[in-house]
């Protein structure tokens, strides 16, 4: 299983980011896939989920209503489109699937800083 994030950057307050997940090693239409968020000195933090169709999305309370999480299974990737983004979303965004055995993959993250 590999999982690996593109998308980071730094961005003003109030803008917006599409952050990719392009996950290969495993049927990746089968399995939901989530986003987590990780600021410094804090814990990781689940941020969106989608199921393996699409047909259903679920938000932290602080993502909904500005992050949207989709997924083109025929390109194996999974999307986080920000927007309004604040200084607190400053974090590592991660994907994550977790398997049938509930194993946990993740990518290696890409940077997200919200900053003027």
């Known amino acids: 299983v590999q999982l690996v994030e593109s998308g980071g950057g730094l961005v003003q307050p109030g803008g917006s980011l599409r952050l990719s997940c392009t996950a290969s090693?495993?049927?990746?239409?089968?399995?939901?896939m989530n986003w987590y968020r990780q600021a410094p000195g804090k814990e990781r933090e689940w941020v969106a989920r989608i199921t393996s169709t699409g047909d259903s999305r679920n938000y932290a309370a602080s993502a909904k209503g500005r992050f949207t999480i989709s997924r083109d299974n025929a390109k194996n990737t999974v999307y986080l489109q920000m927007n309004s983004l604040k200084p607190e979303d400053t974090a590592v965004y991660y994907c994550n699937v977790n398997d049938i055995y509930l194993r946990s993959y993740w990518g290696q993250g890409t940077q997200v800083t919200v900053s003027s």
């Open positions: 090693g495993f049927t990746f239409s089968s399995y939901a």
